[in-house]
């Protein structure tokens, strides 16, 4: 009865050992053709349920560079996700609008197509499987 306790002992620890390893991948993100040094750059890692509704999971955010900048999401679970960015040139934390209801700001959004009016997670989504990403966005 000792020894079976023991093998059950040891089996429980070895998996939970394992579990607290688990770690989530890296998507490493890279925008293209940044056209200023003005502001910042915004960039946030959306499930299904934040998209579009304020805040991601995961967000990121630097001074602007004129070219091209590199960041990464870190121990992202699999599952299905979108990323959107933003060049916030004036730096008000959102996206700026003209009166027709065009952005005034460069935005990308994984996927990189060219959507005719908002973009639905459906349009942007992708999936997060068990090795690290890399994406390429383009404002």
């Known amino acids: ?20 390893d688990a770690k989530g991948i890296t998507i490493k993100v890279t ?12 960039a946030a890692l959306h499930t299904q349920d934040t998209f579009m509704k304020g805040a991601g999971i995961q967000s990121f955010g630097a001074e602007a560079k004129t070219g091209s900048i590199s960041f990464a999401f870190e121990d992202v679970k699999p599952g299905t996700y979108a990323i959107s960015t933003l060049h916030d040139a004036n730096e008000n934390q959102r996206m700026d609008y003209q009166d027709s209801g065009m952005p005034n700001e460069n935005y990308a959004m994984s996927g ?15 999936e997060v499987g068990n090795e690290d990403l890399e994406l390429k966005l383009r404002f």
Do not use: C, H, R, Y
């Open 1 to 20: 009865m000792k020894t079976l306790a023991l093998i059950l002992g040891l089996l429980i620890s070895g998996i939970i050992a394992n579990a607290q």
């Open 31 to 42: 925008i293209e053709n940044v056209l200023s040094d003005e502001g910042q750059i915004l």
């Open 112 to 126: 990189n197509e060219m959507i005719m009016g908002p973009p639905t997670f459906q349009d942007v989504k992708f």
